[in-house]
Nanobody
Framework: QVQLVESGGGLVQAGGSLKLACAAS????????MGWFRQAPGKEREFVGS????????YYAGSVKGRFTISRDNAKNTVYLQMNSLKTEDTAVYYC?????????????????WGQGTQVTVSS
């Protein structure tokens, strides 16, 4: 497994922006699809988006498409989540994870090595 550490969370007003980062240990980061998930209070963890190993292929949940952008820097072993036009319903703990399975991008069972998460709170 790989160690993942998320950062960049915080408190932001609705309509604002935040950029999260997920730093990975290990030498094989560039070989894996990486995903972002989130879990709001009292709700199940849900898929946010994913990015291919080369950074050219991305896939987003409908609720964030057009507002969130995932990117990666393989030289820095880091994946990013740029969040714009934030809404109160985006409030959640955000996690990154490494995709190791060959199934669908939005299935949590396809991912391992979850980070500890970073809290994002969007105020109205």
């Amino acid at each position: 497994q790989v160690q993942l550490v998320e950062s960049g969370g915080g408190l932001v007003q609705a309509g604002g922006s935040l950029k999260l980062a997920c730093a990975a240990s290990g030498r094989t980061f560039s070989s894996y699809i990486m995903g972002w998930f989130r879990q709001a209070p009292g709700k199940e963890r849900e898929f946010v988006g994913s990015i291919g190993w080369g950074g050219f292929s991305t896939y987003y949940a409908g609720s964030v498409k057009g507002r969130f952008t995932i990117s990666r820097d393989n030289a820095k072993n880091t994946v990013y989540l740029q969040m714009n036009s934030l809404k109160t319903e985006d409030t959640a703990v955000y996690y990154c994870a490494r995709k190791v399975g060959s199934g669908t991008y939005d299935s949590q069972s396809e991912y391992d090595s979850w980070g500890q998460g970073t809290q994002v709170t969007v105020s109205s």
